[in-house]
């Protein structure tokens, strides 16, 4: 493969990286709007909502060590492919974890009979 069609697939998936990165951001200000008023946010839903900022600089990340990559060459296709992996993992991860994160919000505990 040459490096144009390396170039596409490393856009691809940074693209796909930073669409996940939006769909997040979008997905936690929706579920904000559903929370009752004074509920509390799990740890994890916690984690992921400070996390989502941090999250939009894996996209460029991507596109600046996938460029590192395809300039050295042959010798480092593995590296590339790789890296152009993980950042489709990652987007897809990323979205999922807001996904779980949201719903554990809506887990009712059930602490049995109340005399």
């Not at 998936?13 to 939006?22: D, G, H, I």
């Not at 979008?26 to 909502?49: D, F, I, K």
Request: net charge positive; aromatic share 12%.
């Amino acid at each position: 493969m040459n490096d144009k069609g390396r170039l596409v697939r490393l856009l691809a998936s940074a693209a796909a990286a930073l669409v996940s990165c939006l769909f997040v951001s979008r997905y936690n200000w929706a579920s904000y709007l559903s929370l009752e008023r004074g509920q509390s946010l799990p740890a994890v839903t916690r984690y992921l909502v400070h996390a989502t900022p941090y999250a939009y600089a894996i996209p460029g990340l991507v596109v600046l060590l996938g460029v590192v990559l395809v300039r050295r060459g042959s010798g480092s296709i593995v590296a590339f492919e790789c890296l152009v992996a993980i950042a489709w993992l990652i987007a897809l991860g990323w979205a999922l974890a807001a996904v779980f994160a949201w719903q554990v919000v809506h887990i009712v505990l059930y602490s049995g009979p109340h005399s």
